[in-house]
C-alpha cells in the first residue's frame, strides 16, 4: 500500500474547486489503486473516481471519504435508538466501536455529546482509526474543508472534554470553572452589558432566576438529576432476570447521561469517556463480568438503585 501521510500538504493539483466531484489522479503513485466497490458510499453515489485503499485496507472515494468524516464531526450523537432501517455501518458512527473482545456490540446513546473528533473506518468490524493527515490526503480536503475541519474538531473537543461552551449572548468561548456549577458568566457580556450577564450551561440560554437558586428559571430546561429520577424503567429485551432498572442512567466515570436501546446485551460504552460499564448495575463491564460471566443475565449484585447525583469526571 502507498500511502504516505506527509504527501497530503503536497497533492494541491489533484483538488478541485468546490462544487465538483473530487477524484483522484490516475498518475499520483502515492496512492494504492484498487478494483473495488467504495465501502463509503452508503448513499449508492457511484462516484466517478477510482477507488484507492486507506491504511485500513479499505477503498474509499475522495467525495465519500470527506462526507463519512463529516458526518463523524457532524452527527456522533444520538437522543433515541437508530430505527430498524439504518445500515450497520450508519449506526457504527452513531453509537461507537465495536470491541472484539465482546460478544456483543454495546450501544451507548447520549443527551449532550456535540460530535466526533476522530475519524473511524466505516465499515462493520473495522476499528481503525485515520489520522486527520490521511484524511486530508485521502479525502483530497480543500483549504476551506480542512479548516472547517479544524473548527469542527476543536469545538467538538472543548464541548466534549474541556467543559467550554459558547455563550449564548455573544458566541464567545466560555470555560466553566466550577463542573457542578450550572449558572455561568459570560465575562465579554458582563463588560458590553455593564450587568452581570449569566446564563444556563445546560439549556445556553441567559439565566432567568435569583441567585442562589439552582433552576436557571426557562421552562423547558429540565436538570438530569429529575431525568435519572423520572424516567421509566427499562424491559431489556434478551437479557434475562433484570427487572427495576431505570431507561436512563448517568455514566459513572463521566457522568453524561446515557439511554439503552433495549437490545443486545446489558453493557454500554459511554461516547464522551469511551468507558463501558453495566446499564444494570452499573459497575465497568470488565469487573461485572468477572463475577457474573454472563452479559445477558442477572448481575450478582443485582440492579443499582436510581441515580441521586451525576459523578463528575476527574481527568487525570
Not at 124 to 141: H, I, R, S, Y
Request: hydrophobic letters at 30%.
Amino acid at each position: 500500500m502507498g500511502n504516505k501521510l506527509s504527501a497530503g500538504r503536497k497533492r494541491q493539483k489533484t483538488r478541485v474547486s468546490p462544487g465538483r466531484e473530487k477524484r483522484y489522479d490516475s498518475n499520483d503513485v502515492s496512492l494504492n489503486f484498487v478494483d473495488a466497490d467504495d465501502v463509503l458510499d452508503f448513499l449508492c453515489e457511484d462516484y466517478a473516481s477510482l477507488r484507492a485503499t486507506m491504511s485500513c485496507g479499505h477503498a474509499v472515494t475522495p467525495m465519500s471519504l470527506t462526507a463519512w468524516c463529516r458526518r463523524q464531526l457532524d452527527e456522533v450523537r444520538a437522543s433515541a435508538s437508530p430505527s430498524s432501517g439504518t445500515s450497520e455501518r450508519y449506526r457504527r458512527g452513531l453509537v461507537g466501536r465495536h470491541r472484539r473482545k465482546t460478544p456483543v456490540q454495546p450501544n451507548a446513546f447520549d443527551f449532550s455529546i456535540r460530535g466526533g473528533y476522530k475519524f473511524v473506518c466505516g465499515q462493520t468490524d473495522c476499528d481503525v482509526e485515520w489520522p486527520f493527515e490521511e484524511v486530508q490526503k485521502m479525502a483530497l480536503l480543500t483549504p476551506e474543508e480542512i479548516e472547517e475541519f479544524d473548527q469542527k474538531i476543536f469545538q467538538n473537543v472543548a464541548s466534549n472534554f474541556l467543559d467550554i461552551k459558547c455563550c449564548p449572548g455573544c458566541s464567545s468561548r466560555v470555560a466553566r470553572t466550577d463542573r457542578c456549577d450550572q449558572n455561568v458568566e459570560c465575562k465579554v457580556c458582563t463588560a458590553k452589558q455593564r450587568r452581570t450577564f449569566t446564563f444556563c450551561w445546560r439549556c445556553l440560554r441567559e439565566w432567568n432566576a435569583a441567585a442562589p437558586s439552582k433552576d436557571c428559571g426557562n421552562g423547558d430546561c429540565q436538570d438530569p438529576l429529575e431525568i435519572l429520577e423520572s424516567c421509566p424503567d427499562i424491559t431489556f429485551e434478551v437479557v434475562q432476570g433484570v427487572t427495576g432498572c431505570p431507561s436512563i442512567r448517568a455514566c459513572p466515570t463521566c457522568g453524561l447521561l446515557v439511554r439503552h436501546d433495549k437490545t443486545r446485551c446489558k453493557n454500554v460504552v459511554c461516547l464522551r469517556c469511551k468507558v463501558e460499564f453495566c446499564f444494570a448495575c452499573l459497575k465497568r463491564t470488565s469487573e461485572c463480568a468477572d463475577k457474573d460471566g454472563s452479559y445477558y443475565a442477572r448481575c450478582y449484585s443485582g440492579v443499582a438503585p436510581r441515580q441521586r447525583d451525576i459523578p463528575v469526571w476527574k481527568m487525570t
